[in-house]
């Protein structure tokens, strides 16, 4: 789409440089679909272009796995494979992949893009969390891992929030106008729980209807993250792994009917219903001993419409 209200674009990564007007540019694939008059009263008049950041993409330590705002998918879908070679000797990172089950969400956070080859290779993790939408992969990879996003201010500010904090709402966040979001921190102590992701669409290549990942870490505690289901992500923990009855429960209260997302995606009533489904599920694969096959919801994959997901017709009529 041409953005014809733009008037320069300023490669910059300097909050001090923003004014009214004006917005950061990563991939660019969603402002370059939206136009420039979609975000905002006024149609933006620069972009402020994050291209020559020139940020590593992606560090890694001990302490866990620092991703770059401007880090993209395809480099994001790369890090597994990379930290793999370690165990052969060949890469030089810090940590082995083994010690690190967390890395297995990243893959398949990436896959729930369903992306074309451009949004694959140009998208990137911050504009991701930056647009906010509720079936953002990269919010339910970082906020299941427990992220912390920093974020950079016009006054020379440098504020750290949790990713399921940054993520206020249905295309909202925390960022206040001008703010910068840096980078996201992927904490090992997340990164070293056992790990059970489940993900459900209305279609085989739709938009994720339904995301939750659940957590187990070494001192037995539960974690699970819910996202795309809901309008923002919502995170329950526990100091053990609950029972089925007290996961309902727990689930139920901590989201109202009117946090569950509603678009064509999905309806609130069956987006509740698999939020309730997959959470058991999740409970159940992390209840196991470790390596033992889990129970997927393959048994509707696809979902049945007529099962599992009332019309629109039936949702005006009832
Ligand atoms: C075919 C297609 C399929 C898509 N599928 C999905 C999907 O399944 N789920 C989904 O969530 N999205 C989807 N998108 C939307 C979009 O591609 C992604 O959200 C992508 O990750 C956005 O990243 P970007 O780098 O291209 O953002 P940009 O377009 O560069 O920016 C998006 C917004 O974030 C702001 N921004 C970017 N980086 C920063 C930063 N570091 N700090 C502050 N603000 C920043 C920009 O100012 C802008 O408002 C899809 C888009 C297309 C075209």
């Known amino acids: 789409m041409d953005m014809n209200t733009i008037e320069a674009v300023v490669r910059t990564t300097d909050p001090a440089d923003w004014r009214e007007g004006?917005?950061?540019?990563?991939?660019?694939?969603?402002?370059?679909s939206y136009g420039s008059t979609a975000f905002g009263p006024e149609p933006l008049r620069r972009l402020l272009d994050l291209g020559s950041a020139g940020w590593q993409p992606?560090?890694?330590?001990?302490?866990?796995?620092e991703l770059a705002a401007t880090c993209t998918v395809a480099e994001l879908y790369a890090l597994p494979e990379k930290l793999a070679e370690e165990a052969s000797g060949t890469a030089d990172w810090a940590v082995n992949a083994q010690d690190w089950p967390g890395l297995d969400l990243i893959r398949p956070c990436c896959d729930s893009f369903v992306a074309s080859f451009k949004v694959w290779?140009?998208?990137t993790v911050g504009g991701n969390l930056c647009t906010s939408l509720p079936a953002g992969p990269m919010i339910s990879l970082c906020a299941g891992l427990d992220g912390m996003a920093t974020v950079l201010g016009p006054a020379g500010s440098r504020r750290e929030l949790p990713?399921?904090?940054?993520?206020t709402g249905d295309g909202q966040n925390a960022l206040a106008p001008g703010e910068l979001l840096r980078s996201v921190s992927l904490p090992?102590?997340?990164?070293?729980?056992?790990?059970?992701?489940?993900?459900?669409s209305l279609s085989n290549l739709g938009r994720s209807g339904v995301l939750l990942i659940g957590r187990l870490d070494g001192g037995g505690r539960f974690m699970l993250t819910v996202t795309a289901a809901t309008?923002?992500?919502?995170?329950?923990?526990?100091?053990?792994?609950?029972?089925?009855?007290?996961?309902?429960?727990?689930?139920?209260?901590a989201i109202p009917a009117g946090l569950y997302h509603d678009d064509i995606h999905g309806l609130p009533a069956w987006r509740r219903d698999m939020t309730h489904r997959l959470a058991e599920e999740i409970r159940t694969e992390l209840g196991m001993p470790a390596g033992a096959p889990a129970a997927v919801s393959g048994d509707f994959w696809p979902p049945q419409p007529t099962q599992t997901q009332p019309t629109r017709q039936t949702k005006r009529g009832a």
Do not use: C
Request: aromatic letters at 8%; a neutral charge.
């Open 22 to 32: 004006d917005a950061w540019l990563a991939g660019g694939t969603v402002l370059f």
């Open 231 to 253: 309008k923002r992500p919502v995170q329950l923990r526990f100091a053990s792994l609950p029972d089925a009855p007290e996961l309902a429960d727990e689930l139920a209260a």
């Open 58 to 65: 992606v560090a890694v330590t001990a302490a866990g796995i």
């Open 121 to 123: 290779n140009m998208s």
């Open 163 to 167: 990713v399921a904090d940054f993520i």
């Open 188 to 200: 090992a102590s997340a990164l070293s729980s056992r790990v059970a992701f489940r993900r459900l």
